[in-house]
């Protein structure tokens, strides 16, 4: 079984910065591609970003392409989401989620592909 857990999300002005982290245990870390989504009240969980197990190869959703990275440190089992330049409509509840590698695919957009979840954490953003 693995364990995700969020933390970093908190109240922020738009034009801030935050750093959302996400911390793995239970598997190895490096059998997993990793994703984070975010998801608002009354519509469905979205795509944000997603990075290769070896953190080589990085997807961004068109909305934040420019504004966030994702990135990985495999040696702290840690995911983070580094957000610049937020805007009011990035205001969700973020999750991470992990992808196995064992299906032979690159990391995916897709949530089906994603077997594992954290609880989520909120970012709310100020206009």
């Known amino acids: 079984q693995v364990q995700l857990v969020e933390s970093g999300g908190q109240l922020v002005q738009a034009g801030g910065s935050l750093r959302l982290s996400c911390t793995v245990s239970?598997?190895?870390?490096?059998?997993?591609?990793m994703g984070w989504f975010r998801q608002t009240p009354g519509k469905e969980r979205e795509f944000v970003a997603a990075?290769?197990?070896?953190?080589?190869?990085?997807d961004y959703a068109d909305s934040v392409k420019g504004r966030f990275t994702i990135s990985r440190d495999n040696a702290e089992n840690t995911l983070y989401l580094q957000m610049h330049s937020l805007k009011p409509e990035d205001t969700a509840v973020y999750y991470c989620?992990?992808?196995?590698?064992?299906?032979?695919?690159?990391?995916?957009?897709?949530?089906?592909?994603?077997?594992?979840w954290g609880q989520g954490t909120q970012v709310t953003v100020s206009s």
């Open positions: 239970g598997r190895s870390f490096t059998n997993y591609h």
């Open positions: 990075i290769h197990w070896s953190g080589t190869s990085t």
């Open positions: 989620a992990a992808q196995s590698i064992f299906g032979g695919l690159a990391q995916r957009r897709e949530r089906v592909y994603y077997g594992y």
